[in-house]
């Protein structure tokens, strides 16, 4: 059998491209966005807790809600190892048939895009190459972060209770 080896060059180049675009993207994210996201959260929190009286119980929860997020924000990382480890862990496929169509979907269509690729530049690689990417976001969406439950446990505001709240007078106007 006679192994055509400039696929297989292409092939490598076209894996070591859309690895790198994806672990690029993630160092983006994770090196600023989502710190951004959770100051931009924890100052919508302060001023919401400004708005409700201290002896109410929702005060003493978003009051915790704070706590958890400014721990998370600017608590020293663990090293590099036990951080890897401690990500990976996070992760479980939550659609194990769209992680599965979505690896199909890449591994096809890069495949395709290399063999365009074989004999020169063209224009359809574009749009197989676009695909291939479709199938990595396939991917990403198939896969979720467990939450910990055991360190955000969802609290539980009790309802009013009928005789302490008074009777809410009927609205003349629906649209107020």
């Given at each position: 059998m006679n192994?055509?080896?400039?696929?297989?060059?292409?092939?490598?180049?076209?894996a070591a491209t859309l690895i790198a675009i994806a672990v690029a993207g993630y160092k983006a994210y994770d090196a600023g966005i989502r710190d951004i996201k959770t100051r931009n959260v924890l100052k919508r929190e302060f001023e919401i807790l400004k708005l409700i009286p201290p002896d109410q119980p929702e005060h003493q929860l978003i009051r915790n809600h704070i706590s958890r997020l400014i721990q998370r924000l600017y608590e020293p990382p663990p090293p590099s190892k036990e951080r890897l480890s401690s990500r990976l862990k996070k992760w479980q496929p939550r659609d194990v048939g769209g992680f599965v169509a979505g690896l199909m979907f890449f591994a096809g269509f890069a495949v395709w895009t290399a063999l365009i690729l074989r004999d020169g530049?063209?224009?359809?690689?574009?749009?197989?190459?676009?695909?291939?990417?479709?199938?990595?976001?396939?991917?990403?969406?198939?896969?979720?972060?467990?939450?910990?439950?055991?360190?955000?446990?969802?609290?539980?505001?009790?309802?009013?209770?009928?005789?302490?709240?008074?009777?809410?007078?009927?609205?003349?106007?629906?649209?107020i």
């Open positions: 192994w055509n080896w400039e696929l297989t060059e292409i092939l490598g180049k076209t530049f063209s224009w359809w690689s574009l749009l197989t190459g676009f695909m291939a990417l479709s199938g990595l976001g396939t991917i990403a969406d198939s896969l979720k972060a467990v939450k910990q439950r055991a360190a955000h446990p969802k609290a539980e505001v009790p309802p009013p209770q009928a005789a302490d709240a008074p009777a809410a007078p009927p609205n003349d106007n629906p649209g």
